[in-house]
């Protein structure tokens, strides 16, 4: 079974910028969450969308959005880009929100560097 | 208080010998944890999840944990040096979802 696939790997955008990020979940896997991790913060959540809804949003500015597709693929947007906003970006999937059975995947994440 | 907390390490321990990794969390409603490993440029990957007091093995693994003390530890026995890798510690809040807590992560280096 194919793993949580995000792309692009790697994103050199400028200051001011908007940037979208892709995300398709394991087959079978209704529920996507976003996290941002950074050296200073570690990893910090960001939004889960499960059905096309979004479920749980982190505290991070309405600069940053997603949404969920009804296939279950994920993106999420960044406006406005500042300094701060360099970072590991990951995505992670699970079949259901709830079920404890089966923890968060992980996708190899998109590096993204704004200068 | 951060709702999940690890000590940053570097932990440092000899091949052969046990790693043991801890974790502390505030929520007292959180009912599941999870051990995350991070290789230097890779994404996080699931190592061990624990849901009732008390240990779990699997492997050379074992989780551990103790709700009355919001502890939770990971053992390694036998560690490898490709157990050199960083540590996360994750729990959901108590209502549940997906929305993980992630403690920093403890740096662990297996010494030849």
């Known amino acids: 079974k194919a793993g949580v696939t995000q792309t692009p790997r790697y994103l050199i955008k400028t200051r001011g910028q908007q940037v979208t990020l892709s995300c398709s979940p394991i087959?079978?896997?209704?529920?996507v969450s976003w996290y941002q991790q950074t050296p200073g913060q570690g990893l910090q959540f960001l939004f889960e969308?499960?059905?096309?809804?979004?479920?749980n949003k982190g505290n991070f500015p309405g600069r940053f959005s997603g949404r969920q597709f009804s296939n279950s693929r994920s993106e999420m947007n960044v406006s406005t880009l500042e300094l701060g906003d360099s970072a590991l970006y990951l995505c992670?999937?699970?079949?259901?929100?709830?079920?404890?059975?089966?923890?968060?995947?992980f996708g190899n994440g998109t590096r993204l560097t704004v200068t | 208080q951060k709702e999940v907390e690890q000590n940053s390490g570097p932990l440092s321990v000899p091949e052969g010998a046990i790693a043991s990794l801890n974790c502390t969390y505030s929520?007292?409603?959180?009912?599941?944890f999870f051990w995350y490993r991070q290789y230097s440029g890779k994404s996080p990957e699931l190592i061990m999840s624990?849901?009732?007091?008390g240990d779990k093995e699997d492997g050379r693994f074992t989780a551990q944990l103790n709700k009355a003390s919001q502890y939770v530890s990971l053992l390694i026995r036998d560690s490898q040096p490709s157990d050199s890798a960083t540590y996360l510690c994750?729990?959901?809040?108590?209502?549940?979802?997906?929305?993980?807590?992630f403690g920093t992560g403890t740096q662990l280096k297996v010494e030849l």
């Open positions: 929520d007292r409603g959180s009912q599941s």
């Open positions: 994750a729990g959901p809040p108590g209502g549940g979802g997906n929305k993980l807590t």
């Open positions: 992670a999937s699970s079949p259901h929100p709830t079920d404890h059975n089966s923890p968060l995947h």
């Open positions: 624990i849901y009732s007091n």
């Open positions: 969308y499960f059905s096309e809804t979004q479920r």
């Open positions: 087959s079978g896997h209704r529920s």
